[in-house]
């Protein structure tokens, strides 16, 4: 199982970007997502935060200006920024707690990261 990522770019301050990241294989179950980011030369943090009964949480430093969401059938978490920053640039991960069958049909379950995609908030 895998996840893929979509959406990052070039953006000037104050505009918006949407961020996709689907979930790819046997997918049986999907907890909760997440978003981080890890600007250059700092720690991976935690952005926001989706349980599978729709429950959210955001950094304070996003709060009021992204939107996590998800779609369940299409296994997708998205992340909608607004009012971007120029210190929201930052390569960004979605994370998922998945259970998913594999070759032998036995269920796994495992913490998935996506691969990362850049965002670039700058003038």
């Known amino acids: 199982v895998q996840l893929q990522a979509f959406g990052g770019g070039l953006v000037q301050p104050g505009g918006s970007l949407r961020l996709s990241c689907a979930a790819c294989g046997s997918v049986s179950r999907i907890d909760d997502m997440r978003w981080y980011r890890q600007a250059p030369g700092k720690q991976r943090d935690l952005v926001a935060l989706?349980?599978?009964?729709?429950?959210?949480n955001y950094a304070d430093s996003v709060k009021g200006r992204f939107t996590i969401s998800r779609d369940n059938a299409k296994n997708t978490v998205y992340l909608q920024m607004n009012s971007l920053k120029t210190e929201d640039t930052a390569v960004y991960y979605c994370?998922?707690?998945?259970?998913?069958?594999?070759?032998?049909?036995?269920?796994?379950?495992?913490?998935?990261w996506g691969q990362g995609t850049l965002v670039t908030v700058s003038s």
């Open positions: 989706m349980t599978s009964g729709g429950s959210t």
């Open positions: 994370n998922a707690d998945i259970l998913y069958v594999d070759y032998a049909s036995r269920f796994v379950a495992v913490k998935a």
